[in-house]
């Protein structure tokens, strides 16, 4: 399973946790992603995205609504 964003290539990062008497251990950063699925050119996909891609607007979840009343009769 690849840990990258579909939208910016967001991956995991590699580096050292420093502890307070300065011992180094490898450690691993990986970016916050949600599988969203969305309408790209009228298909229906589902996508890895990181959260940051997500609220500054480059996708757009598919949500299906349907009103809470759907099966009640109309009020005249």
């Known amino acids: 399973m690849s840990r990258t964003c579909d939208v910016c290539g967001k991956h995991p990062v590699h580096g050292n946790k420093v502890s307070k008497s300065y011992n180094h251990t490898r450690r691993q950063w990986k970016p916050n992603l949600l599988k969203i699925k969305t309408e790209i050119e009228g298909q229906t996909m589902t996508l890895k995205i990181?959260?940051?891609?997500?609220?500054?607007g480059w996708i757009t979840k598919k949500i299906n609504v349907t009103p809470a009343n759907a099966g009640a009769p109309k009020a005249e």
């Open 50 to 56: 990181c959260t940051q891609c997500l609220r500054a």
